[in-house]
């Protein structure tokens, strides 16, 4: 099977930065898009951004020009470079991951358990 394990997160004042990592483990053939959600209390789950295999990358609006997405192909690993940190960016952050567990099979969705970013002062 495969594990996504976040970590990073924690407490941080507004104008603040922070690093996300995640990393996925398991029988994995290759990962194809890796993304970043976050959930705040009585909130949705809402996207954040996007990193495909081969680099692009997509953010929600509320985050662009603070945020960056990136990954290490080699290492299985999505990070996300959270800056200018503000209370509503405050939310448990979730790393999804596209799986593919073989050749020729069609790729699985992956979450990870979570991880708090608490942005206060």
Do not use: H
């Amino acid at each position: 099977q495969v594990q996504l394990v976040e970590s990073g997160g924690g407490l941080v004042q507004p104008g603040g930065s922070m690093r996300l990592s995640c990393v996925a483990s398991g029988s994995i053939f290759s990962i194809n898009v890796m993304r970043w959600y976050r959930q705040a209390p009585g909130n949705q789950r809402e996207w954040v951004a996007s990193i495909t295999s081969s680099g692009f990358t997509s953010y929600v609006d509320s985050v662009k020009g603070r945020s960056t997405i990136s990954r290490d192909n080699a290492k299985n690993t999505v990070y996300l470079q959270m800056n200018s940190l503000k209370p509503e960016d405050t939310a448990v952050y979730y790393c999804n991951a596209e799986v593919q567990l073989s050749r020729n099979v069609q790729p699985l969705g992956y979450w990870g358990q979570g991880t708090q970013v608490t942005v206060s002062s």
